[in-house]
């Protein structure tokens, strides 16, 4: 399988807690789909002290993964929104 584009897209969305609006992440999003996962390499910003953990609620919002050879986040469902 294909490893990500390294560049990767231009386009950054801020990813937020669902539970308690706290700022996660700003990440490089390729796509206009829903946000499956986070490849590490492409976060911009990480507002996070514990990765996956939300620092506000303390809530997992994502596990850690390898997504076609590169480490990534993958999303729990409802647990994040993005702007």
């Known amino acids: 399988m294909a490893k990500p584009n390294k560049k990767g897209p231009t386009k950054t969305v801020e990813i937020y807690c669902?539970?308690?609006?706290?700022?996660?992440?700003?990440?490089?999003?390729?796509?206009?789909?829903?946000?499956?996962?986070c490849f590490k390499e492409?976060?911009?910003?990480?507002?996070?002290?514990?990765?996956g953990v939300c620092p506000h609620c303390e809530q997992t919002f994502a596990r850690d993964t390898l997504i076609r050879g590169t480490p990534a986040l993958k999303m729990i469902g409802g647990k994040v929104t993005m702007k």
């Open 18 to 37: 669902a539970g308690c609006k706290t700022q996660l992440y700003k990440y490089r999003k390729g796509g206009k789909g829903a946000l499956v996962k």
């Open 42 to 51: 492409r976060i911009v910003k990480d507002f996070t002290s514990q990765e």
